[in-house]
């Protein structure tokens, strides 16, 4: 496969910005940054955490992949003091996978109530030939 495949999630500001939920290029994925959204913006960092990394999930799934094939994460955070919560989060998801990862702190996050937000960049490497 190497066209380029475009995965929507379906959320409005896709459309109004101008993106996509992933894009899938030959074997390589890229899932733009991604925040809980809807109720589980009034939970918890750790719940907001797991969230979006299951609306990751979905959106690698789409894309014919899995959390396992992820090889890089960026998390942005508001407040570094979540930073254990949101660790948490990844382990759980990420730990056998163990990928390269970078933590940020930003100013803010849209919308305004997420606390955290995740990209990631998966290869499917495991595909039999």
């Known amino acids: 496969m190497s066209d380029r495949l475009n995965i929507s999630s379906g959320y409005p500001f896709e459309d109004v910005y101008g993106y996509a939920r992933a894009v899938r290029v030959g ?3 890229f899932v733009s ?3 809980a959204r809807g109720p589980d913006l009034d939970r918890d960092v750790y719940a907001q955490a797991q969230s979006v990394i299951g609306l990751i999930a ?3 799934q789409k894309a014919g992949a899995e959390l ?3 090889v890089r994460t960026v998390v942005y955070l508001t407040d570094m003091a979540d930073t ?6 990844h382990s759980e998801a990420f730990g056998v996978v163990r990928p390269a990862s970078t933590l940020v702190k ?3 996050l849209t919308p305004e109530a997420a606390r955290v937000e995740i990209e990631v960049t998966a290869i499917i490497h495991d595909r039999a030939s």
């Open 27 to 29: 074997e390589q994925i």
């Open 33 to 35: 940054g991604t925040t």
């Open 58 to 60: 979905e959106a690698l």
């Open 68 to 70: 396992r094939h992820v």
């Open 84 to 89: 254990d919560a949101v660790a948490l989060a």
């Open 106 to 108: 930003v100013a803010g």
